[in-house]
């Protein structure tokens, strides 16, 4: 199968978004500016580009954490004044686990907040520990996890929640390139059984190509959108596919638009006085 199949309307709607944040008494530093852009419903958009240059900020304003300085935000065609919790879910690059909870017990505990009857809950909590590998591991502690299996558990209580959009800033980012790509199948298995919309933060080319069905490349600080490239490649990406004259034309494209925007970002050097 080539590509995947996806709706038109847009999930999440990015118009013109600034964020500037005060620097010292009357300064300000320019994070975002007039960044505008569409993923639509069950697509998984990937954003790159330098370190510090907006990823992270841009994902907190849709998640509603945070108030852009100018221009909007909309989902499911809602302008976003402050946190959906419905709708609206995020995964962090560390689990964030309650070292006291057990696995199940830490899936448990947003659908707790939402006051979900006990029975419907346990249903939840045993449905997505299933869907992310983790049976027979629900009532370990996550002193006793690996990262990989920790970040599954963050994954499990996000999905529980049963919302459609899902952010995810960095999830894999601190685990070992092999458990990254396991995680990463993983999730494209997650959200072919889900359905859900995601926007996923990543440093990493070859994991944007891997997982999106777009990559939306950033510039330097203050982001905006450089290029918004389409993957048509073949699902599911297998290892084979990363070899391929066709991955290998995606993976320079992108560094080529990136490469551009890491050396714009170095600092000059300072003259020796």
Request: with cysteine.
């Amino acid at each position: 199968m080539r590509g995947r199949t996806l709706l038109t309307e847009p999930a999440i709607e990015l118009r013109n978004l600034k964020k500037s944040y005060p620097v010292g008494n009357d300064g300000t530093i320019e994070v975002v500016r007039d960044v505008s852009l569409r993923v639509g419903a069950r697509e998984l958009v990937s954003l790159l580009g330098p370190s510090g240059c907006g990823k992270s900020t841009i994902l907190a304003i849709v998640a509603g954490l945070t108030s852009p300085t100018g221009g909007e935000v909309r989902v499911n065609g809602d302008r976003v004044e402050g946190p959906r919790p419905t709708e609206i879910t995020i995964v962090f690059q560390e689990p964030n686990l309650l070292p006291w909870r057990r696995a199940d017990q830490n899936v448990r505990y947003g659908l707790e907040l939402r006051g979900v009857d006990p029975k419907v809950m346990n249903g939840l909590v045993k449905k997505y520990l299933n869907l992310v590998g983790l049976q027979g591991f629900e009532k370990y502690y996550p002193s006793q996890l690996s990262g990989g299996m920790a970040q599954r558990v963050a994954l499990a209580r996000a999905l529980a929640l049963e919302t459609s959009i899902v952010l995810l800033d960095e999830p894999f980012g601190a685990l070992d390139e092999n458990t990254r790509s396991i995680l990463g199948d993983e999730l494209l298995r997650i959200k072919s059984f889900t359905e859900k919309t995601m926007l996923f933060v990543t440093h990493s080319i070859e994991e944007a190509l891997h997982l999106s069905d777009r990559v939306l490349i950033l510039s330097a600080r203050p982001a905006r959108v450089k290029d918004d490239i389409r993957i048509n490649l073949e699902t599911p990406r297998t290892v084979e596919l990363r070899w391929s004259p066709e991955f290998q034309e995606y993976k320079v494209r992108i560094w080529q638009s990136l490469k551009d925007e890491l050396e714009r970002d170095v600092p000059e050097p300072v003259a020796n006085r």
